[in-house]
C-alpha cells in the first residue's frame, strides 16, 4: 500500500540565493556548508535568510560558536530550520557535517539546500535543490531554476562573490561581518 506524500510549499527569498550560491562560487575548489533561517508551519516553509558558515575546515567550537551567534541574534519569528551545502567533490566533508547539523534542528521539515553545477548548452550554471530527508514528505518549491541563475548572475557580473565572507573568514578576523548585509 503506498502512503500518500505530504506536500509542503517552500518560499525561498532571493537573498538565500544570493549568500548560499555566491558563497559556493568565492570557493568553489572547497566544500561550503552554511545555515538556512526562516519559519516552518505546517504545510509552508518560509527560507529568509542565509549565513555562511565553513568553506575549509570545521571544529565543534567554532561551529557551537557560529550557531550561538547566529541564534542570538534571529528575530523572535525566525529560528535556523536547515542547511545548505556545496561539495567541491565526491569526497566532501561537509556533507557528514550538515547530516549531524540537520539532525540536530530536530524538526521534521529541516531544510537541506544542496548547489550543484549543472551543464546548460555548453555553460556551466549553479543549481539549488531542496532535497527532502523526510521520505514521506514532497517539497514544492515556489521558484524557478531560472529565477536563481539570473540573481547570481548579475551578482557575478558585479564580482560580488569575491566579497562574501564566511564564518570561517570572521573567526580569522572579527572585524568581517559574516552576515553580508550587503547583498540584500
Not at 568553489?28 to 556548508?33: A, L, N
Not at 540573481?151 to 562574501?164: M, T
Request: glycine fraction near 2%.
Amino acid at each position: 500500500m503506498d502512503q500518500q506524500l505530504e506536500q509542503v510549499s517552500v518560499d525561498i527569498q532571493k537573498i538565500v540565493y544570493k549568500k548560499a550560491m555566491l558563497h559556493a562560487c568565492k570557493y568553489s575548489t572547497e566544500d561550503v556548508i552554511g545555515i538556512l533561517v526562516g519559519q516552518i508551519n505546517d504545510k509552508c516553509i518560509s527560507i529568509v535568510d542565509a549565513y555562511p558558515l565553513f568553506h575549509s575546515r570545521v571544529s565543534l567550537n567554532t561551529l557551537e560558536v557560529s550557531l550561538d551567534i547566529i541564534q542570538s541574534e534571529l528575530q523572535s519569528d525566525r529560528k535556523i530550520i536547515g542547511v545548505y551545502e556545496a561539495r567541491a567533490n565526491s569526497r566532501g566533508i561537509m556533507s557528514e557535517i550538515a547530516q549531524e547539523m540537520l539532525q540536530n534542528i530536530n524538526q521534521k521539515q529541516a531544510i537541506l539546500m544542496r548547489i550543484s553545477q549543472i551543464e546548460l548548452d555548453d555553460n556551466y550554471l549553479l543549481n539549488a535543490k531542496i532535497v527532502s530527508l523526510n521520505e514521506n514528505m514532497k517539497y514544492v518549491i515556489n521558484s524557478s531554476s531560472t529565477l536563481e541563475w539570473k540573481i547570481i548572475e548579475d551578482c557575478l557580473k558585479a564580482g560580488l562573490h569575491w566579497k562574501i565572507i564566511d564564518f570561517d573568514a570572521h573567526f580569522e578576523n572579527v572585524q568581517l561581518n559574516f552576515r553580508n548585509q550587503y547583498l540584500e
